[in-house]
């Protein structure tokens, strides 16, 4: 499945070329997994194996939208669908800014317990920072968040910012890998 995965990112997600990145940062690569993640095969493959990065405690995963909203949906139903997995998980995305109308919420879905534990999910990692912004509305409304995964980690310092938040980053993916 990893290795399905990796061929579908490279032949629809990855481009050499000149980019500017959403950090301001500009870069010769440029990875968009949505062409791959938004299909049935990419769903069922990155919901697969996402879930073998998930905490074992964990309740629920969340992302920062609209990157993380089909990888937290795919874990979430993959999660459902494993006899094996004791814990069932459910979905959350996080908004940019919060709702500007009604409960004026951060955190879309069913919210667990205060002091449940979440996972944040993320399609690609560069500095970290729409990660950690997920995880900072994620602890600010209770939730306990030690771990982020990613599917590519562009390799480009988000290890580093994690753990200067207190995170453990996971990935599947390196960059390195897209381009070889």
Same mark, same amino acid.
């Given at each position: 499945m990893r290795e399905y995965l990796l061929q579908l990112l490279k032949k629809n997600a990855y481009?050499?070329? %000149?980019f500017t990145l959403s950090s301001g940062k500009t870069s010769q690569h440029y990875v968009n997994c949505k062409p791959v993640?938004?299909?049935?095969?990419?769903?069922?493959?990155v919901g697969t194996l996402l879930l073998?990065?998930?905490e074992e405690d964990s309740v629920a995963v969340g992302g920062l939208t609209l990157g993380a909203d089909p990888l937290v949906s795919a874990v979430a139903m993959t999660s459902w669908l494993d006899n094996n997995r004791r814990t069932k998980l459910d979905a959350l995305i996080v908004r940019k800014q919060a709702k500007g109308h009604g409960t004026q919420a951060w955190i879309e879905g069913r919210l667990p317990l205060k002091g449940s534990k979440v996972t944040v999910? %993320?399609?690609?990692?560069?500095?970290?920072?729409?990660s950690i912004k997920a995880v900072e509305?994620?602890?600010d409304a209770g939730y306990v968040v030690n771990r982020v995964v990613t599917v590519i980690d562009r390799q480009e310092g988000a290890v580093d910012a994690m753990k200067e938040a207190g995170l453990e980053l996971c990935s599947i993916f390196k960059l390195d890998e897209l381009c070889e």
């Open positions: 481009k050499k070329g %000149e993640i938004l299909t049935g095969d990419g769903l069922t493959l073998d990065f998930i999910l %993320e399609d690609v990692t560069t500095t970290g920072g729409s509305k994620l602890r």
